[in-house]
């Protein structure tokens, strides 16, 4: 079974940026389209980017023009994606997932990363 497992978060001011880190406990990235997904209080979770096998990133559709401050990457070898965040607003906080888009999160969900974004 794969795990993973979300690091970077952390407490940030409106304007700030971080990088999230998703390390994946088997070599799976050059078989699935990953993606970065989140939650915040009191709502669903929701696909935020995504990275293909052959490395075109895309954007849930719901989230088209509300995330290009976000860009998605990964290093295959060390079986690791990235979100690189720019520009955070409020409205960034919450917890950061990474899994596969294929089924919306075919393994079980990590623990998550939780950004804040506060002044």
């Known amino acids: 079974q794969v795990q993973f497992v979300e690091s970077g978060g952390g407490l940030v001011q409106p304007g700030g940026s971080l990088r999230l880190s998703c390390a994946a406990s088997k070599s799976i990235l050059d078989m699935y389209e990953m993606g970065w997904y989140r939650q915040a209080p009191g709502k669903k979770r929701e696909l935020v980017t995504s990275i293909t096998p052959v490395g075109t990133t895309n954007w849930a559709d719901s989230a088209k023009g509300r995330f290009t401050r976000f860009t998605i990457s990964r290093d295959n070898a060390n079986n690791t994606i990235f979100l690189q965040m720019n520009s955070l607003k409020f409205e960034d906080t919450a917890v950061y997932f990474c899994?596969?888009?294929?089924?919306?999160?075919?393994?079980?969900w990590g623990q998550g990363t939780q950004v804040t974004v506060s002044s």
């Open positions: 899994n596969t888009v294929q089924g919306r999160g075919l393994f079980p």
